[in-house]
């Protein structure tokens, strides 16, 4: 007759850690993960909406956020954006019949060593010119690699997610045709440099919810 073991209930050996967004977000608990090694939370990305840091404006429910852990320090987690991105029904909703739309790519390395790929996108009020469509793609790219080398990881963060950058080329190429909307539809975090596990700011700064018309 075999012996049958103790079972061993394996969720009384884990613990709960509390995930918080990086400093240039508000230092805000995020999320609570169990787990019976810290090790294993390393690299484990946590998604939320802008609104769930703001608080403030419904909008910010289209505005997805991917953190990604770097660092455990006791029972508390800190991370790093991995990138955002417009929902798939917000960018949706943007689209209207005869208009044009306009998506650039740009790689970029910020101030502090950063590599991060920037997607711009305009949405015109009316159908507009292939010439007019490269006029407006090249100040993108203008814009965007100008800011982007001026900036450190998480200045250039706070910029693409709260809209500071979509206005900056707003207002460069709203002389080229009428604009309904100018964003910064998506971001990624395509590595950091070396010995930096975060991005390296001391201060804390304070979450704005502004974003592009």
């Known amino acids: 007759m075999s012996k049958r073991g103790r079972v061993r209930d394996k969720w009384k050996l884990k613990s709960w850690y509390s995930v918080y967004s990086p400093p240039y977000f508000g230092s805000q608990q995020i999320a609570l993960i169990p787990s019976n090694d810290p090790s294993k939370l390393l690299g484990r990305v946590v998604e939320v909406t802008l609104y769930d840091l703001t608080r403030q404006d419904i909008q910010h429910m289209n505005i997805k956020l991917y953190f990604k852990i770097v660092k455990v320090d006791g029972l508390k987690a800190e991370t790093v954006l991995k990138g955002h991105e417009y929902s798939r ?48 793609r090249e100040i993108m790219v203008e814009v965007v690699l100008e800011r982007g080398q001026q900036l450190t990881f998480d200045q250039l963060a ?37 010995q930096s596990a975060q991005p390296a700011s001391p201060r804390e700064a304070e979450v704005q919810p502004s974003l592009p018309s």
């Not at 208009?99 to 790519?105: K, L, M, N």
């Not at 080329?169 to 909307?181: D, E, S, V």
């Open 158 to 194: 706070q910029e693409c997610v709260l809209g500071k950058l979509a206005s900056d080329i707003f207002h460069r190429i709203t002389k080229i045709c009428p604009l309904r909307h100018v964003g910064i539809r998506k971001t990624k975090l395509l590595s950091m440099p070396e």
């Open 89 to 136: 029904e917000y960018l949706r909703s943007l689209v209207r019949r005869w208009s044009s739309r306009v998506d650039t790519v740009v790689n970029l390395t910020t101030k502090d060593g950063f590599k991060v790929r920037v997607f711009p996108v305009a949405f015109t009020r009316k159908r507009i010119r292939l010439s007019q469509e490269s006029a407006i």
